[in-house]
């Protein structure tokens, strides 16, 4: 089964090409900023990077006649579960049109689905951004107007703990619960009982501090700053979302130069990071009482996961209550892409269907 795979970013559109589960051809189609500021809106780039996409196909000797499918990056629609879903003209017209948030990664279905249109061929999106399978008493946050809300790193996640699930415990994720950890720009901590992401932290709002994002902070402190005349709402957030975390503390927003700063004697240095260390464990602590005890194991995944030095900090403080500790460095988006349409075509996942309310 061959499976194109299309995840556009701000800048830049990954396609890929999967037989089962090989990948043929990474590519990486690069869309140079004076090109895309001609757009007024981010939806009007889809014709130009579809374009793109087929130029790039035909580049490399590849027709879309020869694919049994096309997997696409999810972008924002309404909260919904996990799985796999059809792409079908209801998604499409939201994406283009209605959906809240303008994100690279709404052109994804549109591309696939009209790419596909002349061919017959099936469009699947997997576990999009707007995932939510947030217990109910998960959303409260102590002020009604305010609810907590359900972003992560789904994909990835999901991904990861399907393979150690697989390879690790001889069982499906669905038989499982992990804590799982996604270690990058913002860090997502995951309660995942039985297949589901009953809780997690919002990596802008929420949790350890972490390369670039403050993470929770002290509410009384942080309205004394929004009220303080010192900055504007956009200066505000940058500094929490952007410039928070070890940019902060050290100017730098690469862990590994943290980590090499406090092997050299730099305590400040190593302070930080450990205290970074230690506000993700906590954090891992709190999602397995979220399992109530009940965790098979803790799935530690993302691009900072390739520190060996940082993961040693963070399992030193829960290794005697969760010893079974899986690290999975770096993102594995495309290939989870095509696994999930995979996992359709061959009838072990049941496709799931959106239709707009109302």
Request: neutral net charge; contains cysteine.
């Amino acid at each position: 089964m061959k499976v194109l795979v299309i995840n556009p970013g701000s800048t830049s559109t990954k396609v890929a090409i999967f037989e089962s589960d090989h990948e043929l051809l990474s590519l990486r189609i690069d869309h140079p900023v004076s090109e895309l500021e001609k757009f007024k809106r981010l939806a009007d780039q889809k014709d130009f990077r579809k374009k793109a996409v087929e130029k790039a196909l035909k580049e490399n000797g590849y027709d879309l006649g020869d694919f049994d499918a096309i997997a696409c990056r999810g972008g924002v629609l309404p909260p919904l579960e996990g799985g796999t879903y059809a792409v079908e003209e209801d998604m499409v017209e939201y994406l283009l049109n209605e959906s809240p948030v303008e994100h690279a990664s709404n052109l994804a279905a549109v591309i696939g689905y009209e790419l596909a249109r002349p061919y017959g061929i099936p469009v699947f999106i997997t576990d999009p951004i707007s995932v939510d399978e947030m217990l109910p008493e998960a959303k409260l946050s102590g002020i009604p107007q305010i609810e907590r809300k359900s972003y992560g790193h789904y994909l990835n996640m999901k991904a990861v703990s399907r393979w150690v699930a697989k390879e690790k415990y001889g069982k499906k994720y669905e038989d499982l619960n992990f804590v799982v950890v996604h270690l990058g720009g913002g860090i997502s901590v995951a309660a995942h009982r039985k297949g589901k992401v009953i809780d997690i932290n919002n990596a802008n709002d929420e949790g350890p501090f972490s390369p670039e994002r403050a993470g929770e902070l002290p509410v009384g402190d942080l309205a004394k700053m929004a009220f303080s005349g010192g900055f504007s709402k956009r200066e505000l957030k940058k500094r929490y979302v952007g410039k928070g975390g070890l940019v902060a503390y050290l100017g730098t927003n690469d862990m590994r130069e943290a980590l090499r700063r406090a092997r050299s004697g730099d305590k400040k240095a190593d302070e930080v990071v450990e205290a970074m260390a230690y506000q993700i464990a906590k954090e891992i602590g709190g999602m397995a009482a979220v399992l109530k005890g009940e965790v098979d194991g803790v799935v530690i995944t993302g691009g900072i996961a390739y520190n060996e030095d940082f993961i040693e900090r963070i399992v030193k403080y829960i290794k005697n209550k969760l010893p079974n500790v899986h690290v999975v460095p770096g993102e594995f988006e495309m290939k989870a892409l095509a696994e999930g349409a995979i996992r359709v075509l061959k009838g072990e996942e049941k496709v799931k269907r959106w239709k707009k309310e109302g």
